[in-house]
């Protein structure tokens, strides 16, 4: 039965930023957010924003994050009528979902059911094309033997995959029966590693296709609607970097098309709430379903810029048991917005993290930026989760200019005491295929040494002397007539305190 009654006080089961986002939402709704943090996060900004906050652990997420009793214990002991599990943990754990209802505190998100059909990619797979959703050709196999076979029938080039993964985790492209053996057993070990289940199955790899998605919301009342599309093709290593809308290869006709595909395909498994069908879109036009996303996600604001919807509190209003306030005709999608996730990394040195403490952190503005973060001058990016300190989005009426915004405002970020990837955001917004719109899956592999080729700041100097040092920089540039790179739009001026950070970018001495 629907919930009927606004709930009073919303434990909030995450860390970072995305914690830090849905209680900002629970706050304009006049709710109380009740934080939980791992021993490393007892200075975590969602833990200074919530209005109640407590200890469910140590460092390992097992231990905390993801104990589903800790959890439930701080709802119960806290008074909470409902939980929001946000994206990534438990956000898409059936049984934490059966657990919330047993403990009478309702689950903001899908039905326990929706996700256990949808859970396996497998299973998921099977769903959706009885739901009539097209799906890439594949197999499920037990052994490599079997799958050299079944990837002969299909045709090589496959993909092999893991059952209960994602983000790109237990993944490996096989290029000819060569390569199976191996390939099958290392995708296997890393998907035992990530999600205790080794469970694999191949597909026909599209090659050069776009990634774009489609949003979906429901209400417990079977009304669905599709929120429009996003385009996710910019990734390293099957991980999203970028994420756009509108796709600037998909036309309005094929994203009506793969709309009504992905509300067939919600209907099929009695969802609602908020929900992704991920597709791939080939060179011809073709698209097909590659997973669904039970959850919100992490690109969530670049539909919320072009629609002026707030996805959480849509989904608060769903659990609330209240409709829908719109039908399909009433979504219109306006501009284009984009969106970077800005993470704690050393792009020179293969992207591995860069934990550490932030020294200095300036967040761009102005109009139409937004910047969902977690951190602030002094904070720790811990080691023991991802290191994503931000997601900078901006919208702008078309896309050239939220281009031309964007890069305007990665030039004002600053963040000093950690390495980051804010100079890989830059060199990819400067780049003219990017800025035309033509990239798929592969576009950063094949531009890697013109995208990661450039030197590297030594950590330890990534401080208030490396500033003074790029600020010295600066000014021979001025003197010596060579700082055209530290001009603006039609020749204005930057800032110093911008063009010294840009300049810390570029020297390494």
């Known amino acids: ?31 109380r957010a009740v934080a939980i943090y ?11 924003l919530a209005d109640e906050a407590y200890l469910v652990g140590p460092a390992a997420a097992r231990e905390s994050y993801l104990d589903i009793e800790k959890v439930l214990s701080v709802a119960k002991k806290s008074g909470c009528d409902a939980v929001h599990p946000g994206y990534g943990f438990l956000s898409e754990n059936p049984d934490f979902a059966d657990a919330c209802e047993r403990a009478g ?9 929706a996700m256990r059909q949808l859970g396996s990619k497998t299973a998921a797979r099977d769903k959706m094309s009885s739901a009539g959703v097209p799906i890439v050709p594949g197999a499920t196999c037990s052994t490599a033997e079997e799958a050299t076979a079944a990837a002969t029938k299909i045709g090589f080039p496959v993909m092999l995959k893991a059952a209960s993964g994602g983000g790109g985790k237990g993944m490996r492209l096989v290029e000819s029966a060569d390569e199976m053996k191996n390939a099958w057993e290392r995708a296997r070990s890393e998907a035992k590693k990530f999600f205790g289940d080794d469970t694999v199955y191949l597909e026909k790899a599209i090659l050069r296709p776009r990634h774009v998605e489609i949003q979906v919301m429901g209400d417990r009342e079977g009304n669905l609607v599709h929120v429009f599309e996003r385009d996710c093709s910019i990734q390293r290593r099957n991980q999203k970097v970028v994420e756009e809308t509108p796709s600037p290869a998909a036309s309005r006709e094929l ?15 009695g969802y609602f709430s908020a929900g992704t ?16 996303n039970t959850r919100l996600q992490v690109e969530h604001p670049v539909t919320e810029l072009v629609t002026g919807l707030d996805l959480v509190r849509e989904m608060v209003l769903v659990a609330e048991g209240e409709k829908l306030g719109f039908a399909q005709e009433d979504l219109h999608a306006r501009g284009a917005a984009i969106e970077c996730r800005i993470y704690a990394e050393d792009p020179s040195n293969g992207f591995l ?23 602030y001058p002094g904070c720790t990016i811990s080691s023991f989760y991802d290191p994503l300190i931000s ?12 281009v031309a915004r964007m890069r305007r405002a990665l030039s004002e970020y600053v963040v000093t005491g950690i390495r980051t990837n804010l100079a890989f955001h830059e060199k990819l917004f400067a780049h003219p295929e990017f800025a035309a719109g033509r990239y798929d899956t ?13 030197p590297a700041l030594p950590a330890d100097r990534v401080d208030a002397v490396t500033v003074a040092v790029a600020i010295a920089a600066s000014r021979l540039e001025r003197a010596t007539g060579a700082d055209k790179a530290n001009e603006g739009v039609d020749g204005a001026r930057l800032a110093p305190w911008v063009a010294a950070h840009r300049a810390q970018r570029r020297f390494t001495r």
């Open 105 to 113: 505190v309702t689950f903001i998100g899908p039905p326990a059911s």
């Open 255 to 269: 994203v009506a098309e793969m709309g009504r595909i992905a509300v067939q395909g919600a209907k099929a498994v």
């Open 277 to 292: 069908f991920e597709f791939l879109v080939a060179e011809d036009g073709k698209f097909y379903f590659l997973e669904m």
């Open 391 to 402: 997601k900078l989005s901006v919208w702008a009426p078309t896309r050239e200019r939220a």
């Open 38 to 48: 791992s021993e490393p996060d007892r200075q975590g900004l969602h833990v200074r």
């Open 1 to 31: 039965m629907a919930q009927k009654k606004p709930f009073q006080k919303v434990l909030v089961a995450n860390r970072g930023e995305i914690a830090v986002r849905v209680t900002r939402t629970l706050h304009e709704m006049g709710k």
């Open 353 to 375: 993290p860069s934990p550490g403490t932030i020294e200095n952190l300036v967040v761009p503005s102005g109009p139409f930026v937004r910047d969902d973060g977690g951190a």
């Open 442 to 454: 592969g576009f950063l592999e094949r531009h890697a040494a013109e995208l990661y080729g450039y």
